[in-house]
């Protein structure tokens, strides 16, 4: 599947780095996600883009920073990170943001923050 | 704020038993959606139902969504390998789509 794409696909940067993480997506779509996984929360949505407008901030610290220059892409980024953000990042999109439609995954950047 | 909630977190069985992961909302769903996660990958969507006491199929998997649009389950008939995974359900509220915690399924062949 390649409808939705990440890069890096792995990750390891020191507590005082400043890195991004980028999503693209070839489907389409309308909307965009970022997600965290861990072990303590599977899915954690982050935030929410559509038409490149962020409809939805969930609390996220002010260390992780989104930008969707785009419909069609997606950046994360990264700066004083803390260990604990150490996980799973996954990027997704959909039709547009309405829950009736399916959201398509990429295959997520495995970031180690040390 | 919405809650949606799955059960059980884990689930190990042998080769060939069946498996049922269950999914309930705090609020009343307009729709719900599965998705699976294999180990080392990422979700990926299987189905949605949307009418009250609608039922699906996809070959041994058989979707549930209850009559009160509020719980939803996914049993696996006579499971295989390829059946390991996390399966997470998602359900539409009033303003988002909320997964839930997802079932992690192990099988001892």
């Known amino acids: 599947e390649t409808g939705v794409t990440q890069t890096p696909r792995h990750l390891v940067m020191g507590m005082t780095n400043k890195k991004s993480l980028k999503c693209e997506q070839h489907?389409?779509?309308?909307?965009m996600y970022w997600y965290k996984q861990s072990a303590k929360k599977p899915l954690e949505l982050m935030f929410v883009?559509?038409?490149?407008?962020?409809?939805e901030n969930n609390s996220v610290p002010s260390r992780f920073s989104p930008e969707c220059p785009n419909s069609s892409h997606l950046f994360l980024h990264l700066h004083t990170l803390q260990p604990e953000d150490s996980a799973l990042y996954l990027c997704?999109?959909?039709?547009?943001?309405?829950?009736?439609?399916?959201?398509?995954f990429g295959p997520g950047t495995r970031l180690t923050v040390t | 704020g919405q809650q949606v909630m799955q059960i059980p977190q884990y689930q190990h069985v042998q080769e060939g038993e069946d498996f049922t992961t269950y999914c309930n909302s705090s609020?009343?769903?307009?729709?719900i959606q599965w998705y699976k996660q294999r180990p080392g990958g990422h979700p990926v969507f299987l189905i949605q139902?949307?009418?009250?006491?609608e039922v699906k199929k996809q070959k041994r998997l058989t979707f549930q969504f209850g009559e009160a649009k509020k719980n939803s389950s996914l049993h696996i008939t006579a499971t295989q390998t390829t059946d390991v995974g996390t399966y997470f359900c998602?359900?539409?509220?009033?303003?988002?789509?909320?997964f839930g915690q997802g079932t992690r399924l192990t099988i001892n062949p």
């Open positions: 997704a999109s959909s039709h547009s943001t309405s829950g009736i439609y399916e959201q398509y």
């Open positions: 883009y559509s038409l490149e407008e962020r409809v």
């Open positions: 489907l389409g779509h309308n909307a």
């Open positions: 998602a359900g539409q509220g009033a303003q988002k789509l909320v």
């Open positions: 139902l949307v009418k009250s006491g």
């Open positions: 609020t009343t769903l307009s729709n």
